[in-house]
Structure formats: C-alpha cells, structure tokens
C-alpha cells in the first residue's frame, strides 16, 4: 500500500508579487477614502465650531446694546482717534461658549481646553505645543468695523448674508511655514483666508450662515481670499463699501 506525504509548498515567486500587486491596488482605494472622510470630518467641526461662535457673537451682542466684540484687542480705533475698552472676540466669546459645552464633557477636560477646541480649527492640533498660546486659525473680519470706532453694531449692517463675520484664516507665512507673526493675529480680510478645507475655507457670515468656499488651487498655506465680488463670490469684506471690486 502506498502512502502518500503531503509536500508543504510555499508561495512562488509570481504568486507573491501578485499578492503584492493586490494589496497595492487595495491600499491605493481604501487611503484616499480614508484621507476625504477624514477632511470631511475636520470641515464638518469647523463649520459647527463656527456655528456655535456665531451664538456666542449674538448673545455678546443682546447684552451690549446690540455690538458685536472687537475684532482686535488694540488700546485705540484704527485712526487713534478713540480709546477702546472692550475685550477682543476670542477672549469675550468665552462665558457664552462655556454655557453651551455639554455637561457630560465638563468635567473630562479643563474648561480652558474645551473653548479651545470650539475657538479653533482642527488645524490648530499641528501646531507646535509651544506655539498654541499664541495661535488663532479663525479670524474675525477687521473691516466689519470702521477706523474711527472700536466696536461695530450689529443692526447696522446691510447686507448681513453676504457680509463675512469669522473665516479660516490664515497661519503661515509666504513661505507656505508656521508662523507665529502670522498665526497670532485675531483679525484679518480677504488677504488671510485659508482654503485648508479640500481647498476650500469656511466662512461665517453675520447672518449665522456658514459656507464653505474656494478660489483656486490652494492647500491652504497660501492667501487665497475675495475682495467683494471677486471670483463671482459676491461677498462682502467691507461693509461700507460694498461696492468695491
């Protein structure tokens, strides 16, 4: 009777690299995948980060005869005419925002961190630990007020769904670096807008609206803002001259 012995046998050589050449394809489907949902989620934080500043702007206005906070936390109006006194947005945003933060998150964190996740986009987590004191990814619109006020009233402005409020604003240099010079400023116009988002920035409008809009072929460490109505965008930087192109 004869017996027969399983021979053990291992891949050949074609087998592996068609292995090989599998597993390539799949990585090359499933990463991209995960990269877009993992962009998608970042926008979708920023646009409700965005959202629940905007209540906090409305409620800071209802207990201040209407105005909105300062878009900058300077001792003077643009043109030295008038001493300002009130606090800057990101700082006078905080005991609203700290009213809507859910309880079952109260405790895990510190208060101080949980306002600043909301305050901030999701790109704020790359920034250098020693940096983030001094780093604001969103910005509020200087030319909301103008140069001889400190502060501007929310009921005076005409055009509030087209009028930019908050952005993604920009915190690199013209070099495409980190920068502190840069990162560290609570206000800018169309000239500091980041399109981090898929190349595209949101932007908060005074009305509480939020959009996520693009401008070219940005990766987000260039300015790639729009003066009122350029690329057809119809948005309005400067409130008192809307007509500007």
């Known amino acids: ?27 090359g489907i499933i990463i991209p995948i ?7 989620a970042q926008h979708i934080l920023c646009v409700n980060n965005m959202r629940q500043l905007f209540i906090a702007f409305e409620q800071y206005a209802n207990d201040n ?14 043109d030295g005419t008038k001493n ?3 606090e800057v947005w990101f700082k006078a945003v905080d005991n609203y925002l700290s009213a809507l933060q859910l309880s ?18 999701p790109v704020f987590k790359t920034v250098p630990i020693s940096e983030q004191d001094a780093t604001r990814t969103i910005k509020m619109n200087q030319n909301l007020v103008p140069a001889s006020e400190c502060q501007r009233s929310i009921e005076t402005i005409e055009n509030p769904t087209k009028t930019v409020l908050l952005f993604d604003g920009n915190i690199y240099n013209s070099s495409g670096d980190y920068s502190t010079a840069v990162a560290n400023k609570f206000e800018g116009s169309y000239g500091s807008v980041a399109q981090r988002h898929s190349k595209a920035a949101n932007i908060l409008f005074v009305d509480g609206h939020v959009e996520r809009i693009q401008n070219g072929n940005s990766d987000g460490k260039t300015n790639e803002g729009w003066p009122n109505r350029q690329a057809g965008q119809g948005l309005i930087w400067d409130t008192d001259n809307p007509d500007l192109p």
């Open 34 to 40: 995960l990269n877009m949902a993992r962009h998608k």
């Open 65 to 78: 005869n209407g105005f909105l906070p300062r878009p900058n936390n300077s001792d003077t109006s643009k």
């Open 104 to 121: 079952s998150k109260r405790d895990e964190i510190l208060l101080e961190e949980r306002l600043m996740f909301v305050k901030q986009d």
């Open 1 to 27: 009777m004869k017996s027969f012995v399983l021979k053990k046998q291992g891949f050949t050589f074609i087998e592996l690299l068609v292995t090989i050449g599998i597993i390539a394809i799949l990585a």
């Open 84 to 86: 300002c006194i009130g």
